[in-house]
């Protein structure tokens, strides 16, 4: 039992876990940032963008918690691991990215019928202008790093703050351009727009996720690498076929069998196995190979030939 412990404490903060906290941390800070700048202005699209950054906090502390599930050891009821874990935060993330978008609508078309002045609009501004440099920071570390570590969860998150950051240069270029030139529903219109802008980076972020939660192979590029470093590394095996992959966070599961000539030993035919799954490892890192060995009549000469 003590091993297991020690591994549970080693992997409750690995580098992923400790963005997701940070995530969780700067989207509270901008949360508060962009509530001042609204209570300051009264305007809808900067309404629009603090309700936003209400999705951005909560999502965090979904990707934190799925993160943490994720890295937990596999165990007897879960042999495979928990990786999945972070394609349902990411769609749960996708899905509240539309309800947000929905709220803002439904606020856009209430200022439309009823525009109004805004107080303070310059001053709300640059609180806005302020959190919104803070989220493209956070966004771009997020985005960095979720590919390094190859966490779905983290990109997710990534992609949904820089539609935050996008959407909120454009509030503040908009609310400017109301306050200047006295059009005050432009404030509603643009708010508007920012809610279809979040609808649709809501559904690239379930769409991408579902692939995950569906098995979806690796794509073909690094298919066809996962050949090449099966034919060059397995000497003294035959073929390889039936070759199927598919991943999880970010473990890739791969499988393949493998056919030996009939006459060598169990030993040798193990041997050519540890070489292959090391290649395939050494190459891409988190992977895990399943091989199953075939004698050569069982050959069907349409896999990967390695002769």
Known sequence: MKPYRRLIGHDSMTPTLRLAIGSLVVGIAVLGLKAIAYWLTGSVALMSDALESIVNVVTALVVLIALRVASTPADLQHPYGHHKAEFFSAVLEGVMIIVAALLIIEAAYKGILNPR?????????????????????????????????????????GHHLLSDVISSGA???????????????????????????????GW???????????????????????????????????????????????????????????AISVSEAHDICDKVEQAIKDEFGDVTVTIHIEPDNQALQHGVLVL
Request: proline fraction near 5%; hydrophobic fraction near 55%.
């Open 171 to 201: 509030v503040v270029v908009g609310v400017l351009l109301a306050v200047i030139t006295g059009w005050y529903v432009l404030d509603p219109i643009l708010a508007s727009l920012v809610a279809l802008n979040i609808l649709w980076s």
């Open 204 to 262: 690239k972020v379930v769409k991408s996720s579902l692939s995950g939660l569906l098995d979806e192979s690796v794509p073909d590029d690094r298919l066809a690498s996962m050949r090449a470093i099966i034919s060059a590394a397995a000497i003294g095996a035959i073929e390889v076929h039936d070759l199927k992959t598919r991943h999880a966070g970010k473990m890739t599961f791969v499988e393949f069998h493998l056919v030996v000539p009939g």
């Open 117 to 157: 002045p805004l107080d303070a609009p310059f001053e709300g501004l640059l609180i806005n202008g302020l959190a919104t440099a803070i989220n493209g920071f956070w966004c771009w570390m997020l985005l960095v790093q979720g590919r390094r570590h190859k966490s779905p969860a983290l990109v997710a998150d």
